[in-house]
Nanobody
Framework: VQLQAYGGGLVQAGGSLRLSCTAT????????MGWYRQAPGLERELVAT???????HYADSMKGRFTISRDNAKNTVYLQMNSLKPEDTAVYYC???????????????WGQGTQVTVSS
């Protein structure tokens, strides 16, 4: 199983970016997908999560600015980030809580991270 994230980059404050992350491999189903981020010198923090049924959860600082969505058929999760601030600068990691084919075990996988830099 692999998670591949796309869409990071450099943007000015107030701008927008859309991240995407696709899970591939021996997957039966994905329970929860989500995004965390880690800024230099800080711990990794939750950004948002979404269940297979579309129930979402956001960290307070992202509410109203970020929107998480997913395409279950494509095993892909998206993060639309609007009104970006310099403090949103971080490496963004996607993850998937999924059920593996063949072993039928429930496991968590992480993507490689994508850099988001917001200039002031």
């Amino acid at each position: 199983v692999q998670l591949q994230a796309y869409g990071g980059g450099l943007v000015q404050a107030g701008g927008s970016l859309r991240l995407s992350c696709t899970a591939t491999g021996n997957i039966v189903s994905i329970n929860i997908m989500g995004w965390y981020r880690q800024a230099p010198g800080l711990e990794r923090e939750l950004v948002a999560t979404i269940t297979s049924g579309g129930v979402t959860h956001y960290a307070d600082s992202m509410k109203g600015r970020f929107t998480i969505s997913r395409d279950n058929a494509k095993n892909t999760v998206y993060l639309q980030m609007n009104s970006l601030k310099p403090e949103d600068t971080a490496v963004y990691y996607c993850y998937a809580d999924l059920n593996r084919r063949h072993t039928y075990t429930r496991e968590t996988y992480w993507g490689q991270g994508t850099q988001v830099t917001v200039s002031s």
